[in-house]
């Protein structure tokens, strides 16, 4: 039986692409994307919107993401956290928030996102001991942040020596809201195919 992890998307979005949809609009031609990228303004709000998003100065996508609107030096950990924005719907949803610079991200604590994407939270009490008894069951845990964050499975296992991952930084939160809201979007459609079909 899949776990809500297993609808985790692992499509990765380049910021560009993520941009023009946001920014721009969906169905135009590359002239007309082209057209509107060459506008003064922007640059200064695609490095806002992607400041906004993902929790990272302003400073650090202007000055180490690239010149250009490719923003090609951007961590691949940081494109598969687009995916998950985009696959939840949270760019067009907040849209407008997130080109004024008022969307504020969710956050969600390594546990509670565990709870949900183990499917901890639909096990009894004694079926949630067994499994934290379970020796395995913290190296689990750190695979499915480590594959969730796009960060270093070591590194993972310095936020932390149980399921809180206590030591995690506050700034990563954000990125297991996009997750947890992706796997949402990615289960409601493989029921609704599941449904279709039969």
Not at 33 to 48: D, G, V
Not at 77 to 106: C, F, H, M, R, W
Not at 166 to 173: L, N, R, S
Not at 180 to 185: H, P, Q, S, T, W
Request: glycine residues 4%.
């Amino acid at each position: 039986m899949k776990t809500p992890i297993d609808y985790l998307p692992s499509e990765r979005i380049k910021p560009r692409d993520f941009l023009r949809r946001l920014l721009i609009g969906k169905d135009y031609n590359e002239i007309e994307y082209l057209e509107a990228e060459t506008s003064n303004s922007y640059r200064t709000q695609a490095i806002k919107v992607l400041s906004c998003l993902l929790c990272v100065s302003p400073t650090t996508v202007r000055n180490h993401w690239g010149k250009t609107l490719n923003f090609e030096s951007m961590p691949e950990n940081y494109q598969l956290v687009l995916g998950y924005i985009e696959t939840a719907g949270i760019n067009q949803k907040y849209a407008t928030l997130i080109v004024k610079d008022k969307y504020i991200p969710s956050r969600l604590t390594p546990k509670e996102f565990l709870d949900y994407a183990l499917g901890l939270d639909k096990l009894t009490t004694e079926e949630i001991s067994i499994r934290l008894s379970n020796s395995n069951f913290f190296t689990e845990c750190a695979r499915t942040l480590s594959q969730v964050s796009g960060f270093g499975y070591r590194t993972v296992i310095n936020w932390g020596c149980d399921i809180r991952f206590h030591k995690m930084p506050q700034e990563y939160e954000h990125i297991l809201y996009y997750a947890l809201e992706a796997i949402k979007v990615k289960q409601t459609q493989y029921i609704k195919s599941s449904l279709a079909a039969a």
